[in-house]
């Protein structure tokens, strides 16, 4: 019965790590795109990364967490990870995975926020101390 559904958040020294996992139902990762949102709350959403539904995945990231986070995918198990390293305090927030099932000619579209996806979960909560 599982569409989306995020988990592994928790509360991480800044410089510490995470990995996000984001569970989705039974072939949702060949049918959509997966991204990754992230939102403090009462603030705007801000996309982080996503991956292509394609053979090669083709990963993209926002320019505020390149070169620290990385999303990959375990198709075998329906699940899309975000493994986030080098954590800074300004990273927390609520993390949203979610399906976009829009196609797209250029590879995935890191998700600004629900307007970009058709399935997205409930979050986990992250929060990177000083």
């Known amino acids: 019965q599982l569409e989306v559904a995020e988990s592994g958040g928790g509360l991480v020294q800044s410089g510490g790590s995470l990995r996000l996992s984001c569970a989705t139902s039974r072939d949702f990762l060949d049918r959509y795109d997966i991204g990754w949102f992230r939102q403090v709350p009462g603030k705007e959403y801000e996309g982080v990364a996503c991956?292509?539904?394609?053979?090669?995945?083709?990963?993209k990231y926002g320019d505020s967490v390149k070169g620290r986070f990385t999303i990959s995918r375990d198709k075998d198990k329906n699940v899309v990870y975000l493994q986030m390293d080098s954590l800074k305090p300004e990273d927390s927030a609520i993390y949203y995975c979610g399906a976009d099932a829009k196609y797209r000619s250029n590879g995935c579209l890191i998700p600004a926020g629900p307007v970009n996806v058709a399935y997205w979960g409930q979050g986990t909560q992250v929060t990177v101390s000083s």
């Open positions: 991956i292509s539904n394609s053979a090669q995945g083709s990963p």
